[in-house]
Nanobody
Framework: QVQLVESGGGLVQAGGSLRLSCAAS????????MSWCRQAPGKERELVATITNNGGSVIYADSVKGRFTISRDNVKNTVYLQMDSLRPKDPAVYYC?????????????WGQGNRVTVSS
């Protein structure tokens, strides 16, 4: 059974940092491109960051470029999102998902997400 379990969210002050983790099971992580998306209340889901199978290439949304870093550990079956310099516009539920290609749509089921709250 495919599972994606996000963790590491919480409350942080503006300017602070959080590290999200996505533990993957039920499939071979290396065979997929992985992404982080977020959805704030009343807003559309936003693609935040994407990393290729071996971590050789990454893509970031302009809104997080220079502040967020996506990484992966294929041995530990885990994908990470290091979030620094958090801003009041960053609060959302953050989800990880898998893709067959860097520009392709998400495939399969999603995790339940992890909430990030930023206090000003």
């Amino acid at each position: 059974q495919v599972q994606l379990v996000e963790s590491g969210g919480g409350l942080v002050q503006a300017g602070g940092s959080l590290r999200l983790s996505c533990a993957a099971s039920g499939f071979t992580l290396y065979t997929y491109v992985m992404s982080w998306c977020r959805q704030a209340p009343g807003k559309e889901r936003e693609l935040v960051a994407t990393i290729t199978n071996n971590g050789g290439s990454v893509i970031y949304a302009d809104s997080v470029k220079g502040r967020f870093t996506i990484s992966r550990d294929n041995v530990k079956n885990t994908v990470y999102l290091q979030m620094d310099s958090l801003r009041p516009k960053d609060p959302a539920v953050y989800y990880c998902n898998r893709r067959r290609s860097i520009w392709g749509p998400p495939v399969g089921s999603w995790g339940q997400g992890n909430r990030v709250t930023v206090s000003s």
